[in-house]
């Protein structure tokens, strides 16, 4: 009986929607039937207007950011290891990239390293992670000013770094002869 019930409710609010004005009619079999159709036999259901509200508009979202002079305009790429790719047996991990305009050094500008949780702030383009496990690791790169605040579009980089290990084969030990 309640699937009944639920099966009704769904036709009457689908067809709700669809049409203004809904038909009722009880089939000989004891089956209701409902059509947006008038029919012998059939009454005329008073269906209410759908409840409908207008979303409040969103708040402007206004990002901190920090405005740089035209000549900080850095270009900021990370070219080692490229992106997606897989190092096989390497435990230490080089990362180079290139960088234009060079850094402005008066301002303190050097360029931040960071791969997952280990940071390197460096004035060169290539710096070296040393002991990285195996996995999946991901890289970002931005220049930073004196105060640590990142003034250049952060480069981000993924690479998968596998390390096979082989079972050491014990030495072969010769029998003693008496």
């Not at 002991?131 to 480069?155: F, L, M, W, Y």
């Amino acid at each position: 009986m309640s699937k009944f019930i639920l099966t009704v409710l769904g036709v009457l609010l689908s067809v709700s929607v669809a049409a203004e004005t809904v038909y009722k009619k009880k089939n000989p079999d004891g089956s209701v039937e409902f059509t947006d159709q008038p029919s012998q036999g059939s009454e005329k259901v008073k269906v209410r207007e759908p409840t409908t509200f207008a979303a409040p508009p969103l708040p402007k979202l206004s990002l901190p950011s920090k405005k740089l002079s035209p000549s900080f305009n850095y270009e900021l790429a990370i070219i080692q290891p490229a992106n997606n790719s897989t190092i096989h047996n390497k435990p230490d991990v080089s990362v180079s990239v290139t960088l234009q305009p060079t850094l402005n050094s008066s301002y303190g500008h050097q360029i931040q390293y960071q791969l997952d949780t280990q940071s390197i702030t460096s004035n060169k383009t290539s710096v070296i992670f040393k002991n990285v496990t195996r996995g999946s690791h991901s890289i970002n790169v931005s220049i930073v000013d004196s105060k640590g605040e990142i003034v250049s579009p952060v480069a981000s980089s993924t690479f998968h770094l596998k390390k096979f290990f082989k079972k050491p084969i014990p030495p072969k030990v010769k029998p003693k002869t008496p």
